[in-house]
């Protein structure tokens, strides 16, 4: 394997640092303020953070069909597109789980329940543009899951006076069932320790920028949370039959999200790795986004020459990205080697974008080398696989003289008086 381009910040780990100490000092102030003062902690932040103090943090239902209008139909329209593969996929998700129930030993029944969980919360973030396909993608898999209560937040819109206008309306058409106006660590620590207007919640999700992660992390267990995911970032496994101009627009679509995304371009050959870069230095001459895209591609972006396939393959599952291109010749038999990835894009005209809004599965997936234990948020997310035993007086006799056995091996009497009774 050769670095045929390195990345720059590779060096910076110093400051990052101490950036990282600084934000969970933060987080932690903001989050115990809310727990102590609720409300009026969540109203401060949003007018400190926002630049707007809500009249109430639940955003009126009246606001929310009032931003249908404020919105192109067109957009309506292809929300509406997309929530329909998302919802879809979703369904199909869910009817791959099963209850389960069958007698292992007379008179001993086992299975499993499956139990949506009462409550979440679903965070949509607001950075350089709104974000409703994040509504979406969290808020729709719990509605499919069947959880009883589903809030959204978001935080308030330059010009808005509330969230942006497609993002309500994203929430909506997902099905939420109540929308806070509220943003970031205070947002995360009204849904864990709940406020006079905002109830608690039992499990949050969504993705979010460093404050929100750091929020999740810190109260992870005082409420659940689906993942702690970072930046975004991509792994693009090519070979000499893919197109170097998409090569390059791919890479830098991960670019332009944050100045901490990152693109790794596993190629198979040196000529290759040389046209993609031309192709890069030609998209950021006409690529809107060029200055954040351009910096963040000379800061994070990499590109590692490969001896073969099967070494770029390698390279690509120690990595495990949270989005994995593959454009080979054969790209399904490079697919079947492949295991550590959050989601898979697979052939040439299967680029991460398509998987941002409309392909069906979700986009909230795991960052940072977590996909080698994880996965995304999906449906599953939100049900609870509870087991369950159901013994009968036969059963009961069986199993009495072994758990007791078991029991006393441990010096646990009370286990093994418990197990002798049934006997």
């Not at 910076?12 to 640092?17: T, V, Y």
């Not at 351009?294 to 120690?318: C, F, H, K, P």
């Not at 599965?361 to 159901?390: D, W």
Request: negative net charge.
């Amino acid at each position: 394997m050769k670095v045929f381009k390195e990345a720059m910040r590779r060096q910076r780990q110093d400051a990052e640092k101490t950036e990282k100490t600084s934000v969970e000092r933060t987080v932690r102030e903001i989050t115990e303020n809310v727990r102590a003062r609720g409300d009026e902690a969540v109203f401060d932040y949003t007018e400190k953070f926002d630049g707007y103090r809500p009249p109430a943090l639940r955003v009126d239902p009246e606001v929310v069909t009032k931003a249908y209008s404020a919105v192109e139909p067109k957009t309506v329209e292809n929300l509406r597109f997309a929530a329909g593969r998302i919802r879809d996929f979703a369904r199909r998700q869910r009817e791959t789980l099963k209850e389960l129930r069958y007698e292992i030993s007379a008179g001993v029944t086992l299975g499993h329940k499956l139990i949506p969980i009462d409550s979440c919360g679903c965070y949509a973030p607001a950075g350089r543009y709104p974000l409703p396909s994040s509504a979406l993608m969290s808020i729709i898999p719990a509605k499919v899951a069947g959880v009883g209560r589903i809030a959204a937040a978001s935080p308030a819109s330059g010009g808005f006076n509330s969230i942006h206008p497609a993002v309500l309306v994203a929430m909506d058409i997902a099905g939420a069932d109540e929308i806070y106006c509220m943003g970031g660590a205070q947002a995360i620590a009204a849904f864990a320790y709940g406020t006079l207007s905002v109830p608690p919640v039992n499990l949050i999700a969504g993705p979010g920028n460093r404050y929100v992660t750091e929020a999740k992390r810190q109260l992870s267990g005082v409420v659940g949370v689906d993942m702690l995911a970072g930046p975004s970032e991509v792994v693009i496994l090519a070979d000499e039959s893919a197109d170097p101009v998409w090569i390059a627009a791919d890479a830098l679509s991960r670019c332009e999200h944050d100045p901490n995304s990152w693109a790794v371009l596993l190629l198979t050959s040196e000529n290759l790795a040389q046209r993609v870069t031309e192709k890069i230095e030609a998209e950021l001459k006409t690529l809107e986004t060029a200055e954040l895209a351009g910096q963040t591609w000379a800061d994070n972006g990499r590109i590692l020459v490969t001896e073969s396939l099967d070494e770029a393959i390698r390279l690509s599952d120690e990595i495990a990205p949270e989005h994995l291109q593959v454009m080979t010749e054969n790209s399904p038999n490079v697919a079947a080697k492949l295991r550590n990835f959050g989601s898979l894009f697979l052939g040439y005209c299967a680029p991460v974008p398509f998987g941002d809004y409309i392909s069906g599965p979700n986009h909230i997936l795991p960052t940072a080398g977590c996909a080698r234990f994880s996965n995304g948020l999906n449906v599953h997310t939100f049900i609870k696989i509870s087991t369950f035993q159901e013994i009968t007086p036969e059963g009961g006799r069986f199993l009495s003289p072994r758990c007791a056995y078991l029991a006393g091996i441990e010096g646990l009497r009370g286990h093994q008086r418990s197990a002798e009774l049934r006997g």
